[in-house]
């Protein structure tokens, strides 16, 4: 069982990794109320692609699980998974602890 | 979220809403610089008719390939975006462009349907079943400065 505060850290830790490649002005703030995806979000699609690619892999050095965030059960989610830190931490969770 | 249907085959009526996402779309403003790059290497791309259906060209880029998002099967579906890729080597598909319409945009009214995402997931589920890929590539990236490789 992964625990939400290590699913946060990683979360976390990929976000500060992208932070260091963008300009000050698209620094994404490292708070689980940030929005993400949409309304007031921080990310465009092509930023939120690079996050998901961020994430599955950071999950499988730090998990050594293998995760698609965007099959078909993540698109079939009522709500956005991607629209705030912590609706995506909160998928995570849900994805980590339900896979074998 | 709403059922999105994939094809390779585009009707040619239509022309005009592909040529909207395709050229004259405010989305891509922020990756000119990328697109234009993108340009320089392959070429322009060109709409042109094939029987029924349309066709997309890049200059003498002969193995451009393509995969069209809409809102349903039916004659009057509504076009939502489409990926332009080639295969780039032995391991990675490279996606050239991706588009989609300003209300499936990040800032657009239909942003949760998440249609470039949805997209670039089907190409995956595509290239899994060539032999040989092992990643998507993305040409552009936007603010990021390093690349986008997307495992398979």
Known sequence: ?100 | MQPIFFTGKLNKSFRPELESILFFNSNQIKYFKDINNSLEVFGYPNIIEEGDNLRIIISEFSDIQYLFALDSEKEDATLLGVILYFRENLEEVCILQVAVVNECSSFGEFYDELVVIRLINELKRISKRIKGIKFIKLFYTGDFTQSIKIKI
């Open chain 1, 1 to 100: 069982m992964i625990s939400k505060e290590e699913i946060k850290n990683l979360v976390f830790n990929v976000i500060e990794e992208f932070n260091s490649t963008l300009s000050e002005d698209k620094i994404i703030k490292l708070d689980i109320e940030t929005m993400l995806y949409g309304k007031n979000g921080a990310l465009d699609s092509l930023g939120l692609v690079n996050l998901i690619v961020g994430i599955e892999q950071k999950v499988e050095d730090d998990f050594n699980k293998s995760i698609s965030l965007t099959d078909e059960k993540a698109m079939s989610f009522q709500n956005n998974p991607f629209r705030s830190v912590n609706s995506l931490i909160e998928f995570l969770e849900k994805l980590l602890n339900n896979s074998n």
